[in-house]
C-alpha cells in the first residue's frame, strides 16, 4: 500500500515528463476519447491499424494498447502484426477485452491474441473477464453482466494460467499478477453511465505502463488516477454530459495532494 | 394526444427500467454520439459491424439501428446480414437514410436494403426521404435541401408502399405509418447546428423501438423526449459546444412534470 | 497585411453565407471534430469514403479535405478518386498530411498523392511538413518533433516544387505559397493539449477555401479565426475538456470586433 500511495503521483509525472507515445489499435466508438485521455496525462497517443504500417509504428512506442470494440478480422490482423512487433522491442502489450462473452467472435479473436502473442496485461469488466478465464458466461453486449464467480479467483488464475498482469473493472477494479493483489475502491457511479471510460481505463494504462515496467504497479497507479480524476468530476458535474468534459479538466489538474487525500486502494 | 401525452414518459421509464441492448451499423462520424445518446437514456448501445458478428450481436439486441452516414459495400453487407438476423427474431430495424439522394450509391444501397430485408422504420430529412420516396431531388451532402412536395404525403406513400413506419425530421418532425399520423413540433434551431443530432434521433428511436412495439408511438415519443431535451439544453447554452454537452444532461435528466409541460404534439 | 485583416471576417461572413459542402476523407479519431468545426463555421460538411461514391461526393463539394490520420490502402485509393473528381471540376483539395515522418507507408502515400493528384494545400506540423519537403526527420506519432530546418525556407521550397500552397502549423502557422507569406501569431498552447486542433484548422482551411479561390488568402483567414476563437476559449477555461466545448461556442460567436482587435499576423 505505501508503494501505490507513493507510486501513483510519481508515475502520473513520468507520463507527464516522458511524454511516451502509445499506440492504439482500438474501436472506432472511443477513439477519440482514447487519444485524448492519453493526451491529457501528458502522452502523444498515435492511432493506426493499417496492417502496412502497425509493426513500424508500434516500434515507435513506448506500450501498445489493443482494443476489439469494433473488431473486424482485418483489425484482428494487424493487431496480431502490432503485438509481434511489440512484443520483439519489450514493448508492453494491453488487451481490453471488449465485448469478449457477447458472440462467439469476440471470444475466438481474444484466444487467438492471447494465443499467437505475448499479451502483457488483460483488461476486462467482470463478464467479459469470466469468459476469459473459460467460463461460459454471457455479456450483455459491452456492458458487464452479473457474473456468480469470485473475481479474484478468476483473475488470479487467468494471470497464472496467461504469465500476464489481469484488470477487472468494475465498482472496484481488481489488479492482478501471479504474486500480488491491488483492489483499486476510488471511482463514481457516473462513470458507468459515460460511454468510454472503459476504454480509457485500458489507454491510461497503457500510457502508465509506457513508464513503469511493473505493470500491475502501473495499472494501480493508473486506475487510481483516472478513478480519483472521475471522483472529482462527478462532484462538478449535473450528468454525464457535464462530467466528461470535467473528466479531462480534472485528470489535466491532478495533483499530489488531492491524489493523497483520495486514494483508496487495497493490496 | 392523449395516448402520447402519457406514452412519452412512460416509454422513457421502460427505455430505463429495462436497459434493452441497441445495436447499431452506423457511421464514424457521430458513432459515438449515438452510443452515448443511448446510454444517457439508460439503455445498453453496443456497436459491432464485422460480418462475422452481426448476426449474434443483433439476436442479442432489442431493436437494430443502421445508418449509412458513411457507407462502403461491406458495410451494407453486414447490414443486410444483422437486419436478416432481426427479422427472424422479430427485434425492430431501424434504418436511417443519411444522406439518400446526395450519391447514387446512397440511393442505391437504400433501396437495396429496403427490398432484400424488412426495415420497420425508415428515418431520414425532408430530401432523404423524398428521394428514398422516388422523387428526383438532390440532397446537400447530408444536409436537408428544400423540397417542393407535401411531404406528408410522401411520408403516407412511402408508408403503405414499404409497409413501414416513417419519419421525417426538420423543424417539425413528422411520424407516419399506415393509419395514424403524429407531429412532434418540440426542438430547436440550435439541434441543426450540431453535427449528430440527426443520427441521435435515430438512436433514440431505436432505444424506445425496443420496448414498445408500436413504433410510431415509440418514435413519437422518443422524438418528444429528445427535442425536449434540446430545447432545455438550447436554453442553458451559449452556443452550439456548450448545447451538446447540455443536451446528454438534460435527457439524463428529463422527469414527466418536464416532459408534461413542454410537448408539443399533434396525431 | 491590411489585405488580410480585411478578409478574415469578410471570407468568414462568406463562409456563413454560402454554406458551401466541404467533403472530407479523413480519420477515425478527429472525424467528428472535423465535421464539426465546419458545421460551426456555418458551412455543411460531408463524410465520405467508399471509392463507389467519393468522386460523385466531390462534385457536390466546394472543398476537399484529405487526411492520411488513420489510412488505409484503399482510404488512400478513395483519396485518390476524390481528389481526381475535384481535380477535374476546379474545385480545391486541402491535404493534411497527419503522422508522415513517423512511418514510411505515411511517406510513401503522400508522395504517392501529390504525384499522382493535384494537391492545393498542403498543411501539417513541422516534423511531418519537413520529411515532406524530403528531410530525413522522424515525426513523433502524429505529434511535432524538433526539426533542426528552416521552416520558411522548408515552407517554400515545397510550395515552389509542388507549385501549391503550404501551411506548417505550430506556435505560429506560417502559410506560403510561391510569392507570398503569412505569419498567423494568434493561437494559445492549450490547443496542442486537445487531440483534432490540428485537424480541424485543415477543415476550417477547407471551409475557407470552398469561398475563397486565393488559398493562402484562404487558409491565412481560416487560421486567424480559428485561433483567435482558441485564445478566446483558453481564457475561460480551467483545462482541456473546457476548452474543447468553447472552442465551438467562441468560433460560432466570432465577429468582426473580436477579430480585428485580436488578429496577429504578419506577412
Sequence with gaps: ??????????????????????????????????????????????????????????????????????????????????AQSANAEGIPVILDVCGAGATSLRDRKCFELLDEVRIDLIKGNASEMARISGAPVRTKGVDAAPVALDLEEVALSLALRRKCTVVITGPEDLVVDGSRRFVVKNGHPLMSRVVGTGCMAASVIGAFAAVEPDLALAAAAGLICFNVAGELAAELSPGPGAFKVKLFDCLDALDEPTLAARRRVSG
Design 1 to 82: 500500500m505505501p508503494t501505490i500511495k507513493l507510486k501513483a503521483f510519481t508515475l502520473l509525472e513520468r507520463v507527464r515528463t516522458q511524454s511516451p507515445v502509445v499506440h492504439h489499435l482500438t474501436n472506432w466508438v472511443t477513439i477519440y476519447d482514447c487519444a485524448q485521455v492519453v493526451k491529457v496525462l501528458g502522452a502523444s497517443p498515435v492511432m493506426a491499424h493499417a496492417r502496412e504500417e502497425v509493426e513500424e509504428m508500434a516500434r515507435l512506442a513506448a506500450a501498445l494498447v489493443l482494443n476489439i470494440g469494433t473488431l473486424t478480422m482485418e483489425m484482428v490482423e494487424a493487431m496480431k502484426l502490432a
